[in-house]
Each structure stands twice: as C-alpha cells, then as structure tokens.
C-alpha cells in the first residue's frame, strides 16, 4: 500500500512537471493550466491520497460511483467535475453534488440541471461539449450547433457557463493532435467575440496532454498518467 502511494505522488509529480514543461515549450504560464484528476473507477482510499498531496479537483464520469466516493470524502474539501455521458433522468443528483458538468451537449440537460440547482449552492459551472471530430458515435453538439446552444445555455439563470470541452479521435504526433485543439480554442475565441465571456478550455488527457496545452487548454483531465491503466469496465 505504501508503495502504491508513493508512486501516486509521484506520478501526480510527474504530471504536474509535464503541464509545466509544455507550457514553458508553448509561451503560456503554467498557472494557467489546472489539472483536474480523472479518479472514475479508483477507490476513495486512491482520491484521499492524492488530496493529501494537494490536488483538489476531481473529474467522475458514473453517477452512482461518485456519488458513493463523495459521501466517503465528505469532510475533504474536494472540487467535483462531472465528465461523463449525462442522461436528462440522472440530472437532479449532478445538479446537487457536483461543482462543474464539462459534457452539456443539449438544451434539455441544461435547462433541467439549471432547474435542479440547489438555491444554497453558487451556480453550477458548464462547459458544453462539443464532437469536435465529428465522429458519428461520439457525445456533444455540432460546431455548427454550438452558438445557438452556448447562447441558450448562458441565459439559464443557475448555469455559469464558462467554456468548451471536447475529446477528440485518437491521433498520432503533436502537430495532428493539435487541430482539433485548435478548432475548439477558435469556436471559444469566436463566441467571446460574440459577446460571452467564458474562460474554460477543458481539453487534453493522458495521452495528448501536450498538444492540448499548446492550443490554449485551462483545464486538462487526466486519468491513467496518474492513477495508472485502469481496469476494464464491465
Ligand atoms: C477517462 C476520461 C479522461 C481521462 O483519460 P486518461 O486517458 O486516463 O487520461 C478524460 N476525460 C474524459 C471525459 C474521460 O472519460
């Protein structure tokens, strides 16, 4: 066990020097990467450890599991992210638990999570997701969807909408990881030209980490470089 934590450390270390080192080879300021930690199918004993060593924010993408883990983590002051699949029956437990939901992809779920936002919480923060591969199998909207909705979304009066998450096709070498980047950071730029003002780009993960922060990511999610290979879902 205790050589288990020991490697969490530092591979959470190891991650960190990397954000730092692609953000110094890519002229931005490595504080203007966050990392949250991808922690889906890892035990609460896993999550307690790495909030020892710092790190605050947590990504979850089944409900039921995080539910469980947050009951147990509860007198740690933990910042959750919901980055899974959301069904419009399964908002109300993310509308009260959560602090931000990075996979809004349609009106309904926004407007239901807004409607289930607890009135003692601060807003809840989105990002809307967008398939910027345009792959067929994939969740989230359409770029050419994506005005219509952000503009929607940002009009929900318990929703902070503050930016854009996509997880894009599988690529190979820095320069074609970095364009579907790219395109996400200049849907972000084109709709804060259009009169919105968000500030969240949530995009990179264990394996395009890199060319994520070179296009502008603030909030990269990161699972396996952490937490190792996890085990297959049933
Ligand atoms: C699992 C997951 C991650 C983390 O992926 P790794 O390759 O393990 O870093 C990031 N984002 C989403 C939406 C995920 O489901």
Not at 55 to 72: C, D, S, T
Not at 156 to 167: E, V, Y
Not at 187 to 207: C, I, P, V
Request: hydrophobic residues 50%.
């Amino acid at each position: 066990m205790t050589h288990n934590l020991d490697n969490l450390h530092a591979r959470l270390a190891a991650v960190h020097a990397a954000i730092a080192a692609a953000a110094a080879r890519h002229q931005r300021p490595a504080a203007a990467v966050a990392l949250l930690a991808v922690s889906k199918t890892q035990p609460a004993a896993t999550i307690r450890a790495a909030a020892a060593t710092g790190q605050r924010r947590f990504g979850e993408n089944y409900l039921q599991e995080a539910l469980a883990k947050m009951a147990e983590l509860g007198d740690l002051d933990l910042e959750w992210h919901f980055i899974g699949p959301l069904q419009s029956n399964k908002t109300r437990p993310v509308a009260e638990h959560f602090a931000w939901v990075h996979s809004v992809d349609r009106l309904k779920l926004a407007e239901r999570l807004s409607a289930q936002r607890p009135a003692a919480l601060p807003p809840l923060n989105v990002c809307l997701q967008v398939n910027i591969s345009a792959e067929a199998s994939k969740s989230g909207c359409s770029l050419a969807e994506l005005p219509a909705l952000a503009r929607a979304v940002a009009a929900l009066p318990r929703l902070r909408l503050r930016g854009l998450m996509a997880i894009p096709a599988p690529a190979e070498g820095l320069e074609q990881q970095r364009q579907p980047f790219r395109r996400l950071r200049e849907a972000l730029e084109q709709l804060n030209a259009a009169g919105l003002q968000l500030d969240t780009l949530s995009m990179g993960m264990s394996d395009d980490l890199e060319a994520a922060v070179a296009e502008g990511a603030t909030l990269v999610r990161v699972g396996s470089a952490i937490f190792g290979a996890r085990p297959v879902r049933q």
